[in-house]
């Protein structure tokens, strides 16, 4: 590690956010946390990080301030905000937006930041819940190249592919093309794992088969398994993918560029969502799919009337 | 290796035969080949495999007998045809097919070759060309357990992921497994890489971010610097696949089975063949969402009349 030791901002400490920070914490850096639910921030505060009651107030006086919060408006409220990091008064040379965002709103971020004389870039990543433990998030950077080699040590302490791909916005729009992946692959892996079940194969046999060759994805090999075993925490919200689509069928409309896969997909996660589960991990597309079917539970009370 | 040296018999060199009867003779073994275009085994005799003018010859005196070809009408005519193997007069042991092919096939082939004490194997593999080249095949294996031991030693020169799945039957099952998960993957392939286009990005550096992390499939890593490259030369043709898929949707249908994401990779893939690429490899999948979007080559003469 070649990093000078560094006073950092973090904002949002949620499963991805909690992990990353203590990556950083870890190899020797000085935290600064802000985050919507005090408690989430907690096991970090225990190991000495300091607690800021806004983004600003945790900027203030810091190298670098970076976030990892929920939504687009979480973002645009935490930098650009009346308590966003752009307010501090001694404010950081680096804003480092790793939320999956608007590349609109990272090109605006950028430029209300120049205009202040501070760089911005948007690093979102890739890798999910295991991704962000292991520090093997793949990180897609948007923004000045001089900005990105002088956050490149402190991305490299959270991810180990950190690709600088452009201008400010081509971090989101390549977690966008990240998303469109994913969401089409899900698909994919759901649909297999129910003709699975229906032809009597035994799930994890076939995972252990279609998971090394021309099939293979990081999904099947490691979302499938969960599906197997019923497991459907959240290693990445239904709610924030849904979001992510929106953003990415938003900006391909934009384009005028048709992406039926895309399209698909949203409407399933909808479905998942309608069924009331949105806090489950992305994972739960299995159980829209099985409903669809009529495979889902069995009913737990079966009508004794006549 | 230890595998005996054996007598073994190989019908069908395409792309994927000629590459996987090879790596047999190079261990060593003694092929007898059959192929529908004989031009196609050339590189096979020009080495000492002997030619036979039908799978039953290829197969008389054999130890064991592959077949890998195109469609179930050609697996059906290879092994159940009055020129078959299983009409040899000294039939072999087992008898494998390697062919993508329906599932109830595999088990009308099985059941025959039971009534004349002999073995059948359905053993379909993943992999592509590249895995074929490589001996990295994943190999999915159905039928009784005592001819899968027995074939193990010849399979694993072909591949290296070789799984027996259960009853005759299975492996063509899991092979429609790993289809469907190709199908929607591919979807995604294609539409991350015309959002990557719209949006401006280097699409080389863009499967060097997304490659790595969640997002990360075989599809992306091997057929997206393919697409990219507009190299549409096949690996695994058009019209295989959407024979594959054909046979997966039936068999869905069959088991009352709504696959979504898998009915719109058919229609894609029709429309892929529909515009004359049925010969291109899977990746030209691309060129039917490129048709769509009017983002394929311009027109070579605009109307300059009026």
Known sequence: MTAELQKIAFIGTGVMGLSMAGHLMAAGHRLTIHTRTKARAEPLLAQGALWAKSPRDAADGADLAIS????PEDVEATHLGSAGTLQASRPPSVIIDMTTSRPSLAI????VAIAKNIQ?????VSGGDIGARNATLSIMVGGERAAFEEALPILSIMGKNVVHQGAAGT???TKMVNQILIASTMIGVCEGLLYARKAGLDPLKVIQSVGAGAAGSWSINNLGPRMVNRDFNPGFYVEHFIKDLGIALDEASRAT???PGLELARQLYEAVRAQGHG?????ALLLALEKINGMDAPLETASRND
């Open 279 to 283: 806090r489950l991990g992305t994972q």
């Open 68 to 71: 990892m919060v929920g939504f």
């Open 257 to 259: 560029l048709a992406l």
């Open 120 to 124: 911005s870039l948007d690093a979102p």
């Open 108 to 111: 605006r971020i950028a430029d």
């Open 171 to 173: 971090g989101q729009h």
